[in-house]
């Protein structure tokens, strides 16, 4: 089974901090999304990862940053987290290319920014 | 552009109720169409696809048909359980479109004994 795990299920940080969320995934996949999860609005693609050190701007980038060091792990950064970012964050993975569209979700991190 | 619209929830039903949660879309291209489901505290997971007009996606007694006629793909249940409660989100890629999944809001059901 796929598994993909985000390092927290729970954060809180003050606004102005930066923060790190971090995903990793066991399958060897090249693919890495990282959405935003609101009441009302479902899943917003905030950026995604095509394979190591490349990344592509979702819908809303703005505020947020990625880093993709490693293949198995993909990074999202606040650099100065604000109120309006409160929110659940998702992470997944999937194979590339058109053949296979299933994504492979994480839990989830619920941050919430004071 | 390209979106999904779902009936808004909550649903609550009854164990045994039949289940139906609309799923309309709108897209540029000829789309592959998903549902989601995401239980109490996990991640979202594929329950059924269907890629072409007619196909029918199943999965765990759900069904949905891809309508192309009526860019419909309407999740149904035959006799839901309170193990269904969860939400539920339609989504659609572009064939040739990539990674890119567009989702719709998501729709949230109760059952009850």
């Known amino acids: 089974d796929v598994k993909v795990t985000q390092s927290s299920r729970y954060l809180v940080k003050r606004t102005g901090e930066k923060v790190f969320l971090e995903c990793v995934q066991d399958m060897d996949h090249e693919n890495m999304f990282w959405y935003r999860q609101d009441p009302g609005l479902g899943l917003r693609l905030i950026y995604f990862?095509?394979?190591?050190?490349?990344?592509e701007k979702g819908d809303i980038p703005e505020g947020y940053s990625v880093s993709r060091e490693k293949k198995e792990r993909f990074s999202l950064i606040l650099e100065s987290a604000s109120t309006n970012q409160t929110s659940m964050y998702l992470c997944a993975s999937k194979i590339p290319g058109t053949g296979s569209h299933e994504q492979y979700f994480g839990p989830g991190t619920r941050l919430t920014v004071t | 552009g390209n979106s999904v619209t779902q009936m808004e929830g909550p649903v609550t039903l009854s164990e045994e109720a039949f289940l139906t949660i609309n799923c309309t879309y709108t897209?540029?291209?000829?789309?592959?169409l998903f549902w989601y489901v995401q239980y109490p505290g996990e991640g979202l997971q594929l329950l059924l696809k269907a890629t072409k007009a007619d196909d029918k996606g199943s999965n765990k007694g759900f069904e949905a048909t891809y309508r192309k006629e009526t860019t419909s793909f309407h999740l149904e249940k035959g006799s839901v359980q309170v193990s269904d409660s969860a939400v539920y989100f339609c989504a659609l890629i572009l064939t040739g479109g990539g990674n890119k999944l567009t989702f719709g809001t998501g729709t949230q059901l109760k059952v009850e004994l």
């Open positions: 897209a540029t291209g000829y789309p592959s």
């Open positions: 990862s095509y394979d190591v050190k490349m990344k």
